[in-house]
């Protein structure tokens, strides 16, 4: 495979608003009929847009988180199943940034550059809560080491070229081991049936004695044992999923009533589009809207500032900001999903024309981790100082 080089931030979001234009031709029917986007992600890798965050000094772009976001927020305004596969790769570029050697930097960096994909076998299902992890890293006799396991809601696992699986090793600690996608012992399991989300093909990893060199394997769990953005940086890509979410309602739910509603009778107008009830009601969502992009870039920016200086104060201001925005842009999404019929009326209700998508999405993506927990930590931050933690979700 061969990839585009992307130069800068300018460069990135140009990119990505080309291919969120080109992606959303064909989103609803991707979404009816699960068509599985490997084609989109073809164009995705062979764009350049996967290695935005790669070091500068690796040849990638290193673009700021604030950029990374809105590449996001574009393109899940367009498809937001096809927007969600790639934010497990990123999560996982940043791990080989912040933990791996120089030699696997300068392996995995090259792979992502070339245009190769990180999927993710992270998600354990049946256990007593999300950090209880018990897929196993046993070690090998000759260095290497042996892992099995199941993983769930494996995004981006099915068109990976490499998988991150998430395991513990002897001592316990968490580490990542990177897989290549067609290993001996490793399958991949297309049974997503999510009633949101249709195409990320969130499947099962069946890991069965897969066979990993030592030096395909990272130490994970030195990444929270000092100040970190893991969690920031993981977050604020939901939070831009889902405020592209909310755009992408938005904009269909807009042109709708243009150009398919009736105006109701008692209105005196002409067209639904002067109907001053809607207009009002247009205006309260896009205000919704434009709070969430606004967090969204409020979020990003304190990344990016705690990148430049991180430290225990600045890594906490991050995670505080990316939990507003995260907390704001959930709601946000399965508000301005929901409105879309209340504005557009009983046609917009046609199975054939496929608006529930965008609420079947944000309902389905808004459950990823709950907003809840986020205001609680933001509660406390401004009651008592108190920092949130560093679990690698906030």
Known sequence: MTAEVIADDAEALAVAAALADEFRVGASARDAERRLPHEELERLSASGLLAVTVPAGHGGADVRAETLAEIFRLLASADASLAQIPQNHFVYVNVIRRQGSAAQREFFFGEVLAGRRFGNAQSEAGTRHVQDIRTRLEPGPDGSYRLTGVKH???????????????????????????????????????????????TASGTVRLDGVVVPADRVVPHHLTFRKPQLHGAVAQLLHAAIDAG??????????????????????????????????????????????????????????????????????????????????????????????????????????????????????????LHDPARWKVQHIGRHVLSGIRPPRHGLL
């Open 245 to 366: 979410i909310a755009a992408g309602a938005l904009a269909e739910a807009a042109e709708f009533v243009r150009t398919k509603s009736r105006p109701w009778f008692e209105s005196g107008v002409d067209t639904a589009a002067e109907d001053p009830l809607l207009i009002q009601r247009f205006g309260e969502l896009a205000l919704q809207v434009r709070a969430s992009e606004a967090l969204l870039g409020v979020a990003g920016r304190a990344v990016d500032a705690a990148r430049e200086e991180l430290t225990d104060a600045s890594a906490a201001e991050a995670s505080i900001a990316v939990a507003a925005a995260k907390a704001h842009t959930s709601g946000t999404a399965v508000l301005v999903a929901d409105a879309l019929f209340e504005v557009s009326g009983t046609r917009a209700a046609l199975d054939s024309l496929n608006l529930h998508r965008h609420w079947r999405d944000a309902r389905t993506h808004t």
């Open 153 to 199: 809601y494996s995004t981006g696992a099915l068109f990976a070229d490499w998988i991150p699986v998430l395991a513990r090793a002897e001592d316990d600690d968490l580490h990542v081991a990177y897989v290549p996608r067609d290993a001996d012992g490793l399958t991949v399991v297309d049974d997503w049936d999510g009633m949101g989300q249709r195409t």
